[in-house]
Structures are given as structure tokens and as C-alpha cells.
């Protein structure tokens, strides 16, 4: 009988036209675009220079900028308001002003006639640029004039090492957050859809005519998702480590063992879903809604130490934020589970609670 | 023992009484039909019947098993076939009846002859998905899976509705060669051309029984006579038929106007003459047999002013 349920929903997930193909490019899509899609790397700031100067001073100054690899110079231009007007076009955004008297000032150290505008229209990439800005200018100075009166005793040199991510790779940081956020969205939602069909045609009623108890029908229901799921996360790691390179730092079976308490917490949220909507719609509606919190509030793009007192508060209840943890931890740190207790501890607490509550919901509407 | 018997079935949705005590019983290996317009809580009465549904209260059991204590054993032996497809349009014929004999831990080729009649018609299209099968034949599939397992009760729940006129005579051509192998089929239609077709019946409005019995008993229990009334200006006509003296209800029933009238107070020339007087000249009025449409009509009450 088992055997039979589960046959049928393999041979309906196949028959799918769109299911196979997804589950396939999924993986592929998400190891070889997304990464570079969701870095949070400030690159290519087109930059604007109006150069009164013309001077050999100015042009190293420039130099300075557009060798830092962050800047991609658009032009030269005379006057201001030509400057400005690129930036009203959205084709410049930042603006470095250098004065006439610029190659004299500096010459002379009675000045810094220079000035920066920035487009703040989005607000990461301009107070990003403004920094980076900055920082040339200020390196530009550097090298001009190296203080005369620095401490000629042993110089504090003072040198920034990353750990675990020694390039600050944003991929790498990436990779792990983007397998919760796959693994997430087939675990839970496509069984609450297939369930929350199965409801519409109503061939759920027909099952239920029959000596079938529905815990039978619903696992295996879900049965074939999670096959999935590992098949996702194993085709993830294989692409990360062969395109990318990337090797799992921890033991794989961490990764695995906590894949898998997250499927539990999964299952039950999708169990859940699909008990409280009779439509494909409102379902969809349920799912987004639970997919842009999740996403937002786990930590992935954004880090939970710097959201609000009450924001983190939200977090606890996110199982997404202790899934995406234990695989950043075990991915890039090489934590075992002893190291990272607490996230199978919420894991484990959501998950029961989520299961709970999606039984006894269950119970209720299926009389 | 009768195959089902009903007592006392109620159930509310919200404020809504759907169903308002019924209590039926459908004698063992009889084609038993529920005839009642669309919302009159037919529906819901199949559902708490076959288990996928508590009643508020009341009683049911289904060849002696009680539907709430025992429906894990009342699913044993009873086919379902809902008003609409629920069969899975994604799987073939054939995948399909076999995963509903495998559902009911047995198989195709042991019932092979409980289902061999309607079966061999589809038969040919064994491969095509079920989706892509024509209404009548769907219809059949449908059948052949809730019959599959050689169920003792079958509950049809509107099967004909939506179907030609020609695939509806062959249903009921098939409902009583099932009904010779034994099984009782309850089936519930809105049309009431279909309840003659029935051994028993059993008329239906707004949750409740308002007539049971056979389709003969039903139409002989009519109290009055029947005229078949045309004309032109058929409204202005119905309206000034229901004023006439003696007529006790007036409705439109195809292309004339039905009126059951008290033979003890009036008659068909006087009749004719008042709406005669009436302005309504050149009408003709006919004796007709009442059918089981005037029959509900009557009982509901409906056909009143």
C-alpha cells in the first residue's frame, strides 16, 4: 500500500511539465547565478570628474580613484553643471569636483580645494561609494605626503586578517544561505500546494473515502520533496565545489543533520498551510507571506546583530535563522553540533510546536 | 436490515440549517434516488453519509455500521462517487482504477467482472490520461474506481448533472444493471425527470424531506387535477391564473403553465371562461397527469402566490 502511494506520487511529480525540470535547474541556477546576483559588494560606481585643474596633480588624484577597481569612470567633464546633469540622468553616481587652483594648493599644503557629490538615491550604494571615495582621496594624500614627523621607532603596523573567509568572498558567504533558502522553499511549500491541490480537484475527498488513514497519505506525500531536498543539497555542494571550488569546512553529515531537522520544521509548516487554505491562492498568499519573513529575519543578507532590539526578538521564532546559522557554521567554520547546540535546540523547539499545532488543526478540519 | 438508515440528521453551516433532521431509510439492493434543487443540502447529507463528515446530530448507519462510530469500516464498503471529477487527471485510465483497487487492498484483475461491463467501454483509451478523457467517459472511469473494490452501498452524488441527455439514459441504463449485481445505490439528482428511474425516492428542499416513496405513490398522492394551460402573453396568464377561483397553484412548466385545481370548486370550461373574462382569449387548457415535478412543486409549497 505504502509502496503504492509513494509510486504514484513519484509518477505524478515526473509527469509534471515544469517539477523534474525545476528540481533540476534549481540547484544550478541558485550555485551559479544567484551568488553573484546577491552580493552585496559595491562595485562599478560610475564616477563623474570635473576637473578644473588639468593638472599632473589632478590626474593622479583620478588614477587613484579608478585604480581602486571600485569606480568606473564615465567622463570628464568641464563644468559642474554637466556633472550634475549625468547624475539627474542617473548616469553618474558620484561627482568629484577638482578646483582650479587644485595642482598650486596642494603644491603649497595651503589647502584641498576638492569636493564630492554623491547620488544617494540608493542609499547602500551611496554612502558605500562615499566611503570608498574617501578613502582614495585620503590614500591619495598619504602618498603625497608621508607625514614628516612620523615615529621613526618600530612602527604598530597594523594588518586586517578575515577568519574563515580569508578573501571576504562574498559567494562563499553566500552559498550555504542560498541551499536554506532552496531547501526551505521545496520542504515546505511545493507539498502545501500539492496538498492544497489534491484539495481542490477534490481527489482528497476520494481518498478519504477509503480505508487510507491520512497520515499515510500525507507522508507520502511528502516523501518525494524530501528526496528532493537532499538531492538539491547534494547537487549544491557538488557545483560549489567544482565551479567554485568550495569545500564544506565541517563534516558533511552536519550539514545533513541539520538539513533534515529543518525539513521536519518544514513539514509541518507546509502541513499547516495546507490545512488552512482551500485554494491554491490563498495558499500562495500564506507562502509569500511566510517566505519574505523568513527570508528577511534570518540573518542571510542582512545580520541579526544589527537589527533593532524588537526585530530580534522576531528572529528567535525563525526557523530559517537557526537553519542558515548551523550551515553557515558548519559550511565556512567547520562547527560540529556541539558547537552550534542551540540551533538544533530551536530547530527542534519549532519544529515540535509547528508539528503540534499542524495535527490537531488537522484533526479539526478533516471531520 | 436496510442498507442505510437515517435518523435525525442535522448540520449547520454558520446559521444555515443545510440539512434539518432528515431521517430516510433505502431498503437493501434498491436504486433509491434524493431529488431536490441545487442548495437544498443534498450534498451534505452524501457527505456525513460517507463518513466525510460529523453530523450536528442524529444518526446514520450504513448496512448496520454507524457512519461516526464505525467509518473506518463503513469506508470498506461503500463507493463514493462525488458530483465532480476527483480523479487524478495526471494518471492514465488505468493507473488510476489501479490505484483505487490498491487503495482498498485489492486489485483490478480480482473484480475485473464487477466492472468488466462499464469498463470494457473505456477500455479502448487505457493510456490516455484521464483529463483528456470526454465528459461521458470520465463519467464511466469514475464509476468503474468507485466500484472497483465491489462496494455493498454506492452513493452517487449528482452523476448525470452536466451530462448529454443521450449519456444520461445509458447512466441509468447502467445503474440498474448494477443494482442487479446486488449493490444499493443512493443517488441524488436536481432533475426530476431522472426520479422515475428510481425504486424509491425521496423529495428534498431546503434540508428537509417534504415526500418519500415510490415514483407512483409520490404521483397518485397528488390531491388535485392537473391542466396544461397555453396562451400568449404567458406571464400576464400565470399571474391571473394564480387570482382564479379554485386554483390551487399555478407554475410554469416548459412552454405552458401548470395548474393543479380543486375539481370540488372549479373545473377546466369555467376555467377558460374567467380568463376569458379576463382578456385571455384563445387559450388552451389540457388535462394532464401530474408528474413528479408537480408533485415537488406542490409540496414545497412553491407554486403559491
Known amino acids: 500500500m ?22 533540476l535547474m534549481f540547484p544550478v541556477l541558485m550555485m551559479l547565478v544567484f551568488p553573484f546576483a546577491v552580493s552585496m559588494e559595491i562595485r562599478n560606481i560610475n564616477l563623474v570628474v570635473v576637473d578644473g585643474s588639468r593638472s599632473e596633480e589632478s590626474g593622479r588624484l583620478i588614477e587613484k580613484c579608478t585604480a581602486s577597481g571600485y569606480f568606473r569612470l564615465v567622463s570628464v567633464c568641464d563644468s559642474p553643471d554637466e556633472a550634475m546633469r549625468l547624475m539627474d540622468d542617473n548616469k553618474a553616481d558620484a561627482i568629484i569636483t577638482i578646483d582650479a ?49 612620523a615615529p621613526a621607532s618600530p612602527a604598530i603596523d597594523v594588518a586586517d586578517r578575515y577568519s574563515f573567509n580569508a578573501n571576504m568572498d562574498y559567494k562563499l558567504f553566500m552559498i550555504p544561505a542560498l541551499i536554506v533558502i532552496g531547501i ?143 550551515m553557515r557554521s ?20 519549532i519544529g515540535a510546536a509547528m508539528a503540534g499545532w499542524a495535527i490537531a488543526s488537522y484533526r479539526k478540519s478533516s471531520d | 436490515m436496510n442498507a442505510i438508515e437515517i435518523n435525525g440528521i442535522v448540520k449547520s453551516y454558520g446559521n444555515v440549517r443545510a440539512v ?16 431536490g434543487p441545487d442548495g437544498a443540502g443534498k450534498t451534505t447529507l452524501f457527505r456525513i453519509m460517507t463518513t466525510l463528515m460529523l453530523p450536528d446530530s442524529g444518526s446514520g448507519t450504513v448496512c448496520g455500521l454507524d457512519i461516526v462510530k464505525d467509518f473506518a469500516r463503513v469506508r470498506r464498503i461503500i463507493g463514493y462517487m462525488p458530483g465532480k471529477f476527483s480523479l ?25 467482472e464487477n466492472i468488466r461491463e462499464i469498463y470494457s467501454q473505456i477500455e479502448p483509451f487505457e493510456d490516455r490520461r484521464a483529463g483528456k478523457l470526454s465528459g461521458g467517459m470520465k463519467q464511466k472511469l469514475a464509476l468503474c474506481c468507485a466500484l472497483v473494490h465491489h462496494p455493498s452501498v454506492l452513493f452517487l452524488d449528482e452523476p448525470t448533472t452536466g451530462v448529454d441527455a443521450v449519456s444520461r439514459s445509458d447512466f441509468w441504463n447502467m445503474l440498474s444493471r448494477i443494482k442487479a449485481s446486488g449493490v444499493t445505490v443512493f443517488v441524488s439528482t436536481p432533475y426530476m425527470d431522472e426520479a422515475a428511474q428510481c425504486d424509491r425516492l425521496a423529495l428534498i428542499r431546503d434540508g428537509v424531506i417534504i415526500g418519500t416513496g415510490t415514483p407512483d ?32 397553484s399555478c407554475f410554469a412548466f416548459g412552454d405552458s403553465h401548470h395548474v393543479a385545481y380543486d375539481p370540488a370548486v372549479t373545473g ?9 373574462d379576463a382578456g385571455f382569449r384563445g387559450c388552451s387548457a389540457v388535462e394532464t397527469a401530474p408528474s413528479v415535478e408537480d408533485c415537488f412543486m406542490w409540496l414545497s409549497g412553491s407554486g403559491d402566490n
Open chain 1, 101 to 149: 587652483g587644485f595642482s598650486r594648493e596642494v603644491e603649497t599644503g595651503t589647502g584641498f580645494p576638492v569636493g564630492i557629490k554623491i547620488n544617494t538615491v540608493n542609499g547602500t550604494r551611496g554612502s558605500i561609494g562615499s566611503q570608498y571615495l574617501s578613502s582614495c582621496i585620503r590614500m591619495y594624500m598619504q602618498d603625497r605626503n608621508p607625514s614628516p614627523d
Open chain 2, 88 to 112: 487524478y487527471q495526471d494518471l492514465s485510465v488505468r493507473e488510476n482504477l489501479d490505484y483505487f483497487a490498491t487503495l482498498f487492498g485489492t486489485t483490478v484483475r480480482e473484480n475485473y
Open chain 2, 268 to 276: 377546466r370550461e369555467r376555467i377558460l371562461a374567467s380568463l376569458a
Open chain 2, 217 to 248: 405513490e409520490i404521483v397518485s398522492d397528488f390531491p388535485y387535477r392537473l391542466l396544461s394551460v397555453g396562451g400568449d402573453r404567458m406571464y400576464p396568464l400565470l399571474k391571473e391564473l394564480r387570482k382564479t377561483d379554485g386554483v390551487i
Open chain 2, 20 to 35: 434539518d433532521g432528515i431521517s430516510l431509510s433505502v431498503g437493501e439492493g434498491e436504486i433509491f434516488g434524493l431529488i
Open chain 1, 330 to 349: 558548519v559550511y565556512l567554520k567547520g562547527s560540529t553540533p556541539a558547537d552550534i547546540w542551540y540551533d538544533a535546540a530551536g530547530l527542534l523547539a
Open chain 1, 2 to 23: 505504502w509502496k503504492y502511494l509513494l509510486e504514484k506520487e513519484f509518477k505524478q511529480f515526473f509527469r509534471d511539465p515544469g517539477l523534474p525540470r525545476m528540481a
Open chain 1, 184 to 326: 526551505t522553499m521545496i520542504t515546505a511549500f511545493l507539498p502545501a500546494l500539492n496538498i492544497v491541490s489534491e484539495k481542490e480537484t477534490g481527489t482528497i475527498e476520494q481518498i478519504n473515502v477509503t480505508p487510507v488513514s491520512k497520515s499515510a497519505f500525507i507522508i507520502c506525500k511528502m516523501i518525494p520533496y524530501w528526496a528532493i531536498a537532499f538531492f538539491v543539497l547534494t547537487a549544491c555542494l557538488l557545483i560549489a565545489w567544482t565551479v567554485f571550488g568550495y569545500v564544506c569546512r565541517g563534516r558533511l553529515l552536519w550539514l545533513y543533520l541539520y538539513t533534515t531537522l529543518d525539513i521536519v520544521v518544514m513539514a509541518g509548516l507546509g502541513l499547516l498551510i495546507s490545512n488552512y487554505s482551500s485554494n491554491a491562492q490563498q495558499a500562495m498568499f500564506v507562502i509569500w507571506f511566510f517566505a519574505v519573513i523568513f527570508m528577511l529575519m534570518s540573518g542571510i543578507f542582512t545580520p541579526i546583530a544589527s537589527m533593532p532590539e524588537w526585530a530580534q526578538t522576531i528572529t528567535y521564532f525563525n526557523p530559517m535563522r537557526y537553519y542558515a546559522d548551523a
